[in-house]
T-cell receptor, first 114, second 114 residues
Framework: GENVEQHPSTLSVQEGDSAVIKCTYSDSASNYFPWYKQELGKGPQLIID?????GEKKDQRIAVTLNKTAKHFSLHITETQPEDSAVYFC?????????????FGAGTILRVKS | TAGITQAPTSQILAAGRSMTLRCTQD?????MYWYRQDLGLGLRLIHY???????GKGEVPDGYSVSRANTDDFPLTLASAVPSQTSVYFC?????????????FGPGTRLTVL
Protein backbone atom coordinates (compact mmCIF):
# COMPACT_ATOMS: atom_id res chain seq x y z
CA GLY A 1 0.00 0.00 0.00
CA GLU A 2 0.88 3.67 -0.13
CA ASN A 3 3.47 5.01 2.31
CA VAL A 4 4.06 8.74 2.86
CA GLU A 5 7.16 10.01 4.61
CA GLN A 6 7.41 13.62 5.78
CA HIS A 7 10.44 15.67 6.81
CA PRO A 8 11.42 17.42 8.96
CA SER A 9 9.39 16.49 12.03
CA THR A 10 10.01 19.93 13.53
CA LEU A 11 11.04 23.19 11.91
CA SER A 12 11.84 26.53 13.51
CA VAL A 13 12.21 29.65 11.38
CA GLN A 14 12.51 33.34 12.02
CA GLU A 15 9.55 35.50 11.11
CA GLY A 16 9.88 36.60 7.49
CA ASP A 17 12.00 33.62 6.46
CA SER A 18 10.81 30.80 4.22
CA ALA A 19 9.85 27.30 5.36
CA VAL A 20 9.96 24.13 3.27
CA ILE A 21 8.42 20.78 4.19
CA LYS A 22 9.09 17.72 2.05
CA CYS A 23 7.17 14.49 1.51
CA THR A 24 7.85 11.34 -0.46
CA TYR A 25 5.34 8.72 -1.50
CA SER A 26 5.73 5.13 -2.62
CA ASP A 27 2.83 4.39 -4.97
CA SER A 28 3.38 5.73 -8.48
CA ALA A 29 -0.40 5.54 -9.08
CA SER A 30 -1.03 8.29 -6.51
CA ASN A 31 -2.57 11.29 -8.22
CA TYR A 32 -3.75 13.80 -5.62
CA PHE A 33 -1.65 15.45 -2.92
CA PRO A 34 -3.26 17.78 -0.36
CA TRP A 35 -1.63 19.68 2.50
CA TYR A 36 -3.45 20.23 5.79
CA LYS A 37 -2.72 22.68 8.59
CA GLN A 38 -3.67 21.85 12.15
CA GLU A 39 -3.74 24.57 14.78
CA LEU A 40 -3.58 23.71 18.45
CA GLY A 41 -6.75 22.06 19.69
CA LYS A 42 -8.41 22.02 16.28
CA GLY A 43 -8.95 19.61 13.43
CA PRO A 44 -6.80 19.76 10.28
CA GLN A 45 -7.80 22.18 7.54
CA LEU A 46 -6.93 21.98 3.84
CA ILE A 47 -4.59 24.78 2.78
CA ILE A 48 -3.52 23.74 -0.72
CA ASP A 49 -3.54 20.69 -2.97
CA UNK A 50 -2.03 19.55 -6.24
CA UNK A 51 -2.94 16.92 -8.77
CA UNK A 52 -0.52 14.71 -10.68
CA UNK A 53 -0.96 16.57 -13.97
CA UNK A 54 0.47 19.79 -12.49
CA GLY A 55 4.03 20.49 -11.36
CA GLU A 56 3.45 23.54 -9.21
CA LYS A 57 0.60 25.45 -7.63
CA LYS A 58 0.69 28.72 -5.74
CA ASP A 59 -1.75 30.53 -3.46
CA GLN A 60 -0.43 33.80 -2.05
CA ARG A 61 2.40 32.90 0.35
CA ILE A 62 2.10 29.16 0.00
CA ALA A 63 3.09 26.95 -2.91
CA VAL A 64 3.33 23.23 -3.56
CA THR A 65 5.64 21.51 -6.03
CA LEU A 66 5.34 17.95 -7.31
CA ASN A 67 8.01 15.75 -8.88
CA LYS A 68 6.26 12.63 -10.15
CA THR A 69 9.45 10.99 -11.38
CA ALA A 70 11.08 11.22 -7.97
CA LYS A 71 7.77 10.70 -6.17
CA HIS A 72 8.10 13.67 -3.89
CA PHE A 73 6.21 16.88 -3.23
CA SER A 74 6.96 19.91 -1.11
CA LEU A 75 5.18 22.75 0.67
CA HIS A 76 6.80 26.19 0.53
CA ILE A 77 5.74 29.01 2.81
CA THR A 78 7.31 32.41 2.13
CA GLU A 79 7.45 35.46 4.41
CA THR A 80 6.42 33.36 7.40
CA GLN A 81 4.30 34.94 10.12
CA PRO A 82 3.62 33.85 13.71
CA GLU A 83 0.15 32.66 12.70
CA ASP A 84 1.79 30.12 10.39
CA SER A 85 2.90 28.23 13.52
CA ALA A 86 1.01 24.93 13.44
CA VAL A 87 1.35 21.27 12.52
CA TYR A 88 1.38 20.59 8.79
CA PHE A 89 0.44 17.26 7.22
CA CYS A 90 1.00 16.10 3.68
CA UNK A 91 -1.16 13.34 2.23
CA UNK A 92 -1.51 11.24 -0.89
CA UNK A 93 -4.44 9.57 -2.56
CA UNK A 94 -3.36 6.13 -3.82
CA UNK A 95 -5.47 6.27 -6.99
CA UNK A 96 -9.06 6.36 -8.26
CA UNK A 97 -9.84 2.84 -7.03
CA UNK A 98 -9.30 4.13 -3.49
CA UNK A 99 -11.95 6.81 -3.82
CA UNK A 100 -11.16 9.85 -1.68
CA UNK A 101 -9.18 7.97 0.95
CA UNK A 102 -5.93 9.65 2.00
CA UNK A 103 -2.65 8.37 3.43
CA PHE A 104 -1.07 11.03 5.66
CA GLY A 105 2.52 11.80 6.57
CA ALA A 106 3.53 11.96 10.23
CA GLY A 107 3.36 15.76 10.37
CA THR A 108 5.75 18.71 10.78
CA ILE A 109 5.58 21.09 13.73
CA LEU A 110 6.39 24.56 12.37
CA ARG A 111 7.39 27.27 14.82
CA VAL A 112 7.76 30.82 13.56
CA LYS A 113 9.77 32.92 15.98
CA SER A 114 9.05 36.64 16.14
CA THR B 1 -23.45 26.55 9.89
CA ALA B 2 -21.89 24.20 12.42
CA GLY B 3 -20.01 22.03 9.91
CA ILE B 4 -18.91 18.90 11.74
CA THR B 5 -19.49 18.35 15.43
CA GLN B 6 -18.03 15.60 17.59
CA ALA B 7 -18.97 14.44 21.06
CA PRO B 8 -17.67 14.07 23.63
CA THR B 9 -14.72 16.48 23.58
CA SER B 10 -12.75 14.15 25.81
CA GLN B 11 -13.32 10.94 27.71
CA ILE B 12 -11.51 8.66 30.11
CA LEU B 13 -12.58 5.05 29.71
CA ALA B 14 -11.77 1.91 31.63
CA ALA B 15 -10.30 -0.93 29.59
CA GLY B 16 -12.93 -3.44 28.54
CA ARG B 17 -15.74 -0.89 28.48
CA SER B 18 -17.56 0.07 25.31
CA MET B 19 -18.00 3.56 23.96
CA THR B 20 -19.51 5.35 20.98
CA LEU B 21 -17.95 8.51 19.61
CA ARG B 22 -20.50 10.68 17.89
CA CYS B 23 -20.07 12.66 14.67
CA THR B 24 -22.66 14.82 12.94
CA GLN B 25 -22.33 17.01 9.87
CA ASP B 26 -24.81 19.52 8.47
CA UNK B 27 -23.23 20.05 5.05
CA UNK B 28 -25.15 17.20 3.36
CA UNK B 29 -21.83 15.58 2.46
CA UNK B 30 -22.06 12.07 1.09
CA UNK B 31 -18.71 10.77 2.34
CA MET B 32 -17.54 10.57 5.95
CA TYR B 33 -14.38 9.29 7.60
CA TRP B 34 -12.92 8.42 10.99
CA TYR B 35 -9.22 8.94 11.69
CA ARG B 36 -7.06 8.48 14.75
CA GLN B 37 -4.13 10.79 15.41
CA ASP B 38 -1.11 9.56 17.32
CA LEU B 39 2.15 11.42 17.88
CA GLY B 40 4.68 10.56 15.21
CA LEU B 41 2.16 8.62 13.14
CA GLY B 42 0.01 11.35 11.68
CA LEU B 43 -3.61 10.60 10.86
CA ARG B 44 -4.64 7.04 10.08
CA LEU B 45 -7.96 6.10 8.54
CA ILE B 46 -10.09 3.74 10.63
CA HIS B 47 -13.33 3.46 8.66
CA TYR B 48 -15.07 5.42 5.97
CA UNK B 49 -18.46 5.71 4.29
CA UNK B 50 -18.96 6.94 0.74
CA UNK B 51 -22.72 7.24 1.11
CA UNK B 52 -25.47 6.53 3.61
CA UNK B 53 -25.96 2.80 4.06
CA UNK B 54 -22.40 1.81 3.08
CA UNK B 55 -19.17 1.58 5.07
CA GLY B 56 -15.63 0.40 4.42
CA LYS B 57 -12.44 -0.41 6.30
CA GLY B 58 -9.44 1.89 6.39
CA GLU B 59 -5.84 1.28 7.45
CA VAL B 60 -6.51 0.44 11.13
CA PRO B 61 -10.08 -0.91 11.50
CA ASP B 62 -9.51 -3.61 14.14
CA GLY B 63 -11.39 -3.00 17.38
CA TYR B 64 -13.70 -0.39 15.82
CA SER B 65 -17.07 -0.49 14.10
CA VAL B 66 -19.16 2.14 12.35
CA SER B 67 -22.63 2.59 10.96
CA ARG B 68 -24.16 5.08 8.54
CA ALA B 69 -27.91 5.00 8.94
CA ASN B 70 -28.37 8.49 7.45
CA THR B 71 -26.37 11.19 5.69
CA ASP B 72 -25.64 13.33 8.73
CA ASP B 73 -24.40 10.89 11.38
CA PHE B 74 -21.41 8.56 11.46
CA PRO B 75 -20.83 7.07 14.94
CA LEU B 76 -17.68 5.13 15.81
CA THR B 77 -17.97 2.34 18.38
CA LEU B 78 -15.28 0.70 20.46
CA ALA B 79 -16.82 -2.57 21.65
CA SER B 80 -14.19 -3.40 24.28
CA ALA B 81 -11.62 -0.63 24.69
CA VAL B 82 -7.91 -1.36 25.13
CA PRO B 83 -5.13 1.05 26.19
CA SER B 84 -3.69 1.11 22.65
CA GLN B 85 -6.87 2.85 21.55
CA THR B 86 -5.84 5.91 23.55
CA SER B 87 -5.70 8.58 20.88
CA VAL B 88 -7.33 11.69 19.45
CA TYR B 89 -10.14 10.77 17.08
CA PHE B 90 -11.19 12.98 14.20
CA CYS B 91 -14.28 12.70 12.08
CA UNK B 92 -14.23 14.23 8.59
CA UNK B 93 -16.55 14.59 5.65
CA UNK B 94 -16.34 15.39 1.95
CA UNK B 95 -18.98 16.20 -0.62
CA UNK B 96 -18.30 12.98 -2.49
CA UNK B 97 -16.15 9.89 -2.12
CA UNK B 98 -14.34 10.68 -5.37
CA UNK B 99 -10.67 11.62 -5.57
CA UNK B 100 -9.82 15.21 -4.72
CA UNK B 101 -12.78 16.15 -2.58
CA UNK B 102 -11.75 18.45 0.27
CA UNK B 103 -12.12 16.73 3.60
CA UNK B 104 -13.54 18.88 6.39
CA PHE B 105 -12.52 17.82 9.89
CA GLY B 106 -14.31 18.05 13.20
CA PRO B 107 -12.64 19.34 16.40
CA GLY B 108 -11.71 15.87 17.62
CA THR B 109 -12.36 13.65 20.64
CA ARG B 110 -9.50 12.92 23.03
CA LEU B 111 -9.91 9.38 24.39
CA THR B 112 -7.85 7.88 27.18
CA VAL B 113 -8.23 4.16 27.92
CA LEU B 114 -6.88 3.08 31.30
Amino acid sequence: GENVEQHPSTLSVQEGDSAVIKCTYSDSASNYFPWYKQELGKGPQLIIDIRSNVGEKKDQRIAVTLNKTAKHFSLHITETQPEDSAVYFCAANPGPEYGNKLVFGAGTILRVKS
Amino acid sequence: TAGITQAPTSQILAAGRSMTLRCTQDMRHNAMYWYRQDLGLGLRLIHYSNTAGTTGKGEVPDGYSVSRANTDDFPLTLASAVPSQTSVYFCASSLTGSVGGEQFFGPGTRLTVL
